[in-house]
């Protein structure tokens, strides 16, 4: 293969640039979290902290459309042991729904027997992304002679989505939303 001379290196690349799409955002980046933190209050210990939350269009516009999303917060926590595996603290999830109500013109976001709605998208992206105040482990499981390891993640459930949307889901990335596990060590 001869070699290329510099002008045509440059239209190679111009080309390659053009080939690779601009718009497409990573999973990782729709749903990022800004912080998490343990504190005790009472009887437990609670979340505070939250995630940055973004759809994309293709999600923005299922929204409007009446499409409910539910989006799996999921907290764990272990003791590490040098001898054995670790020991599991607690698992919790909770389910939060997100979805827009076209005749009031309402986002609304509900959490269990709790309802909220909210005027604008940003408000309630926010609302849906926040891990404030939400117990996690009572006090009582926590020695504080050891160091324990907890770890976060949240994601869209699109097993909730409906039948047709779901098929889509597999196999479109524009449907895929997941943090991924954060994970940090703590000691009560």
């Known amino acids: ?4 001379s510099r002008r045509d290196f440059f239209r190679l690349i ?9 718009l497409d955002v990573r999973a990782a980046d729709l749903l990022r979290l800004d912080d998490a933190e343990l504190q005790l209050q009472g009887d437990s210990y609670v979340l505070s902290g939250g995630y940055s939350v973004e759809l994309t269009p293709t999600l923005e516009d299922a929204l409007q459309k009446g499409i409910t999303f539910s989006f ?3 907290f764990e926590a272990e003791r590490p042991r040098d001898y054995w595996f670790a020991e ?3 698992v919790v ?7 827009y109500n076209a005749l009031l013109r309402q986002y ?3 959490t269990g027997n709790l309802h909220e709605t909210f005027e604008n998208l940003s408000d309630a992206l926010r609302a849906l992304g926040s891990l ?9 499981m926590l020695s504080k002679q050891y160091l324990y390891q907890a770890r976060v993640r949240m994601y869209l ?3 909730k989505l409906p039948k047709p949307l779901q098929l889509n889901a597999i196999a479109s990335e524009r449907w895929d939303m997941d943090s991924g596990w954060r994970e940090w060590s703590f000691k009560p």
């Open 14 to 22: 111009f080309l390659i640039a053009l080939a690779i799409p601009t």
């Open 72 to 74: 799996i917060q999921a």
């Open 157 to 159: 459930d699109s097993s």
């Open 132 to 140: 404030s105040g939400w117990p996690v482990i009572a006090r009582k």
């Open 88 to 90: 599991g603290i607690a």
């Open 93 to 99: 999830h909770r389910t939060r729904q997100l979805s």
């Open 1 to 4: 293969m001869p070699p290329l």
């Open 108 to 110: 609304q976001l509900q």
